[in-house]
Nanobody, 115 residues
Framework: VQLQASGGGSVQPGGSLKLSCVASGFTSDYYNIGWFRQAPGKARERVSCISSDDGTTYYEESVKGRFTISRDIAKNTVYLQMNNLVPEDTAVYFC?????????WGQGTQVTVSS
């Protein structure tokens, strides 16, 4: 299983970024795919995910209403649109897929929100 994430960067508070993650190497039976993040000195936390069957989504409380997860099944790609970013969103964001009871991780992409 391979996950290739992109789209991080530096923005000012209130700005937007869109993360992308291309997944490959697993069959299209049931899985969850999404994003975790890890800020310096903090534990990794799940930000958002989407299920492969009915598209059910999950959002961490602090990002609800600001972040939107979506997927392009044909491209095996998941996106995270992040709007109204705040400094507390600063972290390394990791794409992951949970498939057949195993979590697979992509490389992290840095998101920095600072004025």
């Amino acid at each position: 299983v391979q996950l290739q994430a992109s789209g991080g960067g530096s923005v000012q508070p209130g700005g937007s970024l869109k993360l992308s993650c291309v997944a490959s190497g697993f069959t299209s039976d049931y899985y969850n795919i999404g994003w975790f993040r890890q800020a310096p000195g903090k534990a990794r936390e799940r930000v958002s995910c989407i299920s492969s069957d009915d598209g059910t989504t999950y959002y961490e409380e602090s990002v609800k209403g600001r972040f939107t997860i979506s997927r392009d099944i044909a491209k095996n790609t998941v996106y995270l649109q992040m709007n109204n970013l705040v400094p507390e969103d600063t972290a390394v964001y990791f794409c992951y897929v949970s498939w057949r009871y195993t979590n697979y991780w992509g490389q992290g992409t840095q998101v920095t929100v600072s004025s």
